[in-house]
């Protein structure tokens, strides 16, 4: 380069420095315009101060320069040098062979294939490198002005729209590789905004600094591989691996291996409460739950836990229902023992209770005796004790509670009377009867 821009200069001062009228040396060579020369054979130097040297160069434009075989520079202020080179646009200049600058102040260096297929620079104010190609491998545009510097495009780009704008040929994929020479101890990184923004590569692989934030928008995102949050995934079953909490609106579980429906099966080996009661006092946790010393060593599947808690609340649902109905038999063999009272309300027997259900508003068909009847019971409010039989004798009836307190107590007038419960809570209440055919107790339900 140094020898070629040496030789540029001394044929400069040449032409310059020799009389105003043109120097024309060896043979064919033709120098018609001012000051201009030409050295070699069969090269032309028509433009004003221009220069034609080696084999059937042409410099045609005012102060230009054509030097080497069949070379051309055809503007003001252009130089063509090489094999087959040609500068046509105004201040250009096309060093190699077979290359061309057609745009203003574009610049081309390098080698074309042949005359047919020049390396070409049609972009004004640029350099264009390349090799063995019409197209420049390297771009660099203007910059703005002063302080400013240009873009760099690689590849077909002649309108680079970055600082770096690379773009693939059609048969081959776009990439940039940043190799250390030493891989073992050097690494491979970019800086991006400042020194604390970077993508490293090493031995132990990729990494991204960012020191505030750092964000991944798509409409998918996919990783092949483990991911570790806060932490090195070394799980062998798990692709992601958190060291810290995780806040979400939503989780889906999309693979569930079995559900506790099981449970409520007829042949479902229930455990009794009793064998229960034993092995909590043994275990100091549930059957099938994980003790507290696996919990806190091993920790647990969240899918497992979920079925295994299902499970539990299933079973306990079991229990209830077994007690319920305890509870309903227990009442059923409660409700068939009635007590007497005396007139100041203390309990003095307990026997059977004769109980007869009406629909509302339906007199009682079946009495016990069939003295009375008694309607409608159950109740929601108001009931009426009917004398059926006609008698002169008086007739006492005593309303309690089930705890034997005396809520109302009267003696007929007529042939029935009417009691009222609207201002007493549902339950079950006894009416002690006492009239001609003796001693009688119903049972009165208020709901």
């Given at each position: 380069m140094k020898k070629l821009i040496s030789l540029?200069?001394?044929?400069?001062?040449?032409?310059?420095?020799?009389?105003?009228q043109a120097q024309v040396q060896y043979n064919g060579c033709s120098a018609t315009g001012n000051n201009a020369s030409a050295i070699g054979k069969q090269n032309t130097a028509s433009g004003n101060n221009s220069l034609a040297g080696g084999y059937t160069t042409q410099a045609t434009g005012s102060n230009s320069l054509a030097f080497g075989y069949n070379s051309k520079a055809t503007q003001s202020t252009t130089t063509a040098m090489g094999n087959t080179a040609i500068a046509s646009g105004i201040g250009s200049m096309a060093l190699g062979n077979y290359v061309k600058a057609n745009a203003q102040n574009a610049f081309v260096f390098g080698a074309g294939t042949t005359a047919g297929y020049p390396l070409t620079n049609n972009t004004a104010n640029s350099i264009a490198l390349g090799v063995n190609s019409n197209i420049p491998t390297l771009l660099i545009t203007k910059a703005l002005n002063n302080n400013y510097t240009g873009k760099v495009a690689i590849g077909a780009?002649?309108?680079?729209?970055?600082?770096?704008?690379?773009?693939?040929?059609?048969?081959e994929d776009a990439g940039v590789m940043i190799e250390p020479t030493d891989k073992n101890s050097h690494k491979a990184f970019i800086k991006l905004f400042d020194g604390a923004h970077m993508i490293t590569a090493d031995n132990g692989g990729l990494s991204f600094s960012a020191p505030k934030a750092m964000s991944l928008k798509s409409a998918n995102i996919t990783f092949s591989g483990k991911v570790g949050i806060n932490t090195i995934n070394e799980v062998n079953d798990y692709a992601l691996a958190v060291d810290g909490g995780i806040i979400s609106t939503k989780v889906f579980i999309k693979e569930v291996k079995q559900w506790p429906d099981h449970v409520f099966a007829s042949d479902y080996p229930l455990m009794g409460l009793k064998d229960l009661k034993q092995y909590l006092s043994d275990h100091r946790h549930l059957p099938g739950m994980?003790?507290?010393?696996?919990?806190?060593?091993?920790?647990?599947?969240?899918?497992?836990?979920?079925a295994t808690l299902l499970q539990k609340i299933e079973e306990l649902t079991l229990y209830m229902l077994m007690l319920q109905d305890q509870i309903c038999e227990l009442r059923q063999k409660q409700d068939s023992i009635v007590f007497a009272y005396d007139s100041n309300g203390n309990r003095i027997s307990r026997s059977l209770a004769f109980e007869r259900i009406l629909p509302p508003n339906a007199p009682n068909t079946t009495t016990a005796p069939a003295a009375y009847t008694l309607f409608p019971n159950p109740t929601s409010g108001e009931f009426t004790v009917q004398q059926t039989l006609p008698t002169e004798s008086a007739t006492r009836a005593v309303l309690l509670n089930m705890a034997g307190t005396i809520l109302e107590e009267r003696e007929m007038v007529g042939q029935a009377m009417i009691f009222d419960l609207s201002n007493h809570s549902d339950g079950i209440y006894l009416l002690e009867i006492d009239?001609?055919?003796?001693?009688e107790t119903w049972k009165i339900i208020k709901k």
């Amino acid at each position: 380069m140094k020898k070629l821009i040496s030789l540029v200069l001394f044929l400069f001062l040449l032409g310059f420095a020799c009389p105003s009228q043109a120097q024309v040396q060896y043979n064919g060579c033709s120098a018609t315009g001012n000051n201009a020369s030409a050295i070699g054979k069969q090269n032309t130097a028509s433009g004003n101060n221009s220069l034609a040297g080696g084999y059937t160069t042409q410099a045609t434009g005012s102060n230009s320069l054509a030097f080497g075989y069949n070379s051309k520079a055809t503007q003001s202020t252009t130089t063509a040098m090489g094999n087959t080179a040609i500068a046509s646009g105004i201040g250009s200049m096309a060093l190699g062979n077979y290359v061309k600058a057609n745009a203003q102040n574009a610049f081309v260096f390098g080698a074309g294939t042949t005359a047919g297929y020049p390396l070409t620079n049609n972009t004004a104010n640029s350099i264009a490198l390349g090799v063995n190609s019409n197209i420049p491998t390297l771009l660099i545009t203007k910059a703005l002005n002063n302080n400013y510097t240009g873009k760099v495009a690689i590849g077909a780009v002649t309108n680079p729209q970055a600082k770096l704008h690379l773009k693939s040929d059609s048969n081959e994929d776009a990439g940039v590789m940043i190799e250390p020479t030493d891989k073992n101890s050097h690494k491979a990184f970019i800086k991006l905004f400042d020194g604390a923004h970077m993508i490293t590569a090493d031995n132990g692989g990729l990494s991204f600094s960012a020191p505030k934030a750092m964000s991944l928008k798509s409409a998918n995102i996919t990783f092949s591989g483990k991911v570790g949050i806060n932490t090195i995934n070394e799980v062998n079953d798990y692709a992601l691996a958190v060291d810290g909490g995780i806040i979400s609106t939503k989780v889906f579980i999309k693979e569930v291996k079995q559900w506790p429906d099981h449970v409520f099966a007829s042949d479902y080996p229930l455990m009794g409460l009793k064998d229960l009661k034993q092995y909590l006092s043994d275990h100091r946790h549930l059957p099938g739950m994980p003790s507290e010393k696996e919990m806190v060593s091993k920790g647990y599947d969240l899918n497992e836990m979920q079925a295994t808690l299902l499970q539990k609340i299933e079973e306990l649902t079991l229990y209830m229902l077994m007690l319920q109905d305890q509870i309903c038999e227990l009442r059923q063999k409660q409700d068939s023992i009635v007590f007497a009272y005396d007139s100041n309300g203390n309990r003095i027997s307990r026997s059977l209770a004769f109980e007869r259900i009406l629909p509302p508003n339906a007199p009682n068909t079946t009495t016990a005796p069939a003295a009375y009847t008694l309607f409608p019971n159950p109740t929601s409010g108001e009931f009426t004790v009917q004398q059926t039989l006609p008698t002169e004798s008086a007739t006492r009836a005593v309303l309690l509670n089930m705890a034997g307190t005396i809520l109302e107590e009267r003696e007929m007038v007529g042939q029935a009377m009417i009691f009222d419960l609207s201002n007493h809570s549902d339950g079950i209440y006894l009416l002690e009867i006492d009239g001609p055919s003796g001693h009688e107790t119903w049972k009165i339900i208020k709901k």
